[in-house]
């Protein structure tokens, strides 16, 4: 009796090997025989799941979107009000620079594909966007002060974010003073909410 194939894990295994040598070597590191020596697999193989180059890296950016997305949704799953899902959202964004380290390094390098490709693009416009709201809502949720635009502030605390990602993936500063600077920008938006001191697994903020 043959034995049973995983299609979708196999798919699975072949884009992983596809993102880890975006995170290591660029795009240009991505050939149809490098992905397939990479994820130990034969060409054939990696062409009779995807039609060529292209088709397997939109593949891979859709995936690298859900493995995100996937991180911050476990960072917030034992959140405590709007506030602190707040806080932990923005962290699960800095601490991308040590628990995510290939899939933050292989979205940047998807990042100049994205500006000629409209697929990826898209992909990108609406895994940003919806992080955009997701923010915009919660500090409307939290008592952010009367002269705070919600929308504005959560475009300028998700760059801040992405950049402290890339700081602490750089060995700028350590996820312990990227913890600070998301909490001092907090308390500056959220009077009378605390901030809870240290890392994203210290307690929560109390509202």
Request: proline letters at 5%; charged letters at 25%.
């Amino acid at each position: 009796m043959p034995k049973k194939v995983d299609h979708a894990a196999r798919r699975e295994e072949i884009v992983q090997a596809a993102l880890r040598l975006c995170a290591r070597d660029g795009l240009a590191g991505v050939t149809i025989g490098q992905v397939a020596q990479e994820a130990g697999v034969s060409k054939g193989l990696v062409q009779h799941y995807f039609a060529g180059k292209a088709d397997l890296l939109r593949a891979s950016a859709q995936i690298l979107r859900e493995e995100i997305e996937r991180h911050v949704r476990e960072a917030v799953r034992d959140a405590r009000g709007p506030a602190d899902t707040l806080r932990r959202v923005l962290f699960a964004i800095v601490e991308l620079g040590v628990t995510a380290v290939v899939p933050l390094l292989a979205g940047h390098a998807f990042l100049s594909m994205a500006v000629a490709d409209p697929e990826i693009r898209a992909l990108y416009r609406a895994g940003g966007d919806a992080v955009h709201r997701e923010i915009t809502a919660l500090l409307a949720a939290s008592g952010a002060a009367p002269d705070v635009d919600p929308g504005a502030e959560a475009h300028a605390l998700l760059g801040l974010a992405r950049g402290l990602a890339d700081g602490v993936l750089l060995g700028e500063f350590g996820v312990d003073d990227a913890a600070a600077i998301v909490d001092h920008h907090l308390r500056r938006i959220l009077p009378g909410v605390a901030a809870g001191p240290g890392t994203p697994s210290s307690p929560p903020v109390s509202e």
